[in-house]
C-alpha cells in the first residue's frame, strides 16, 4: 500500500487549524502541551523528535509517524537515526512496529528527507 504522506502531514495540520476554529480551547491546550514537552531542557529537540517517531511506531498512529518524521528531519535528524529509533520501537512493539516502520515511515524517509538538504 503506497501512502501519500505529504497529504496525510497537510490533512493533520489542517485539520488542527479547522478544529481549532470551533474549538480553540481544546487546540490551544493540546498546543501549548507540545510546545512544553518539545522545548529544550535536557533532551534537545532531535531526540524528543526521534522518540516520537519510536512512539508512533509502536502505538501504529500513522499521522505520528508523519509528523513527527517530518520534524526530525526538521530537527537535523538524519533518515539513520529516524530508522535506528524506529528500530528501537521494534524491540518493543515486534512485528506491527516492524510494519510500520518497513512501509509508511519509509515512504514518509522517500517524501520528506529532500526538504532538509
Known sequence: ???NVREMLNSFVGGLE???????????AFMG???TTYEPKFLDLKTKE???????CYNRCEYCIVYHA???????ATKEE?????????AFGGGPSMAYSVTLLQECI???EGDFK
Open 50 to 56: 526521534l522518540m516520537s517517531v519510536a512512539i508512533g
Open 70 to 76: 517530518y520534524k526530525a528531519f526538521e530537527a537535523g
Open 110 to 112: 522517500k517524501e520528506f
Open 33 to 35: 502541551l507540545l510546545g
Open 82 to 90: 529516524i530508522i535506528e529509533a524506529a528500530m528501537v520501537s521494534v
Open 18 to 28: 479547522n478544529l481549532a476554529a470551533t474549538n480553540p480551547e481544546n487546540v490551544n
Open 1 to 3: 500500500m503506497a501512502y
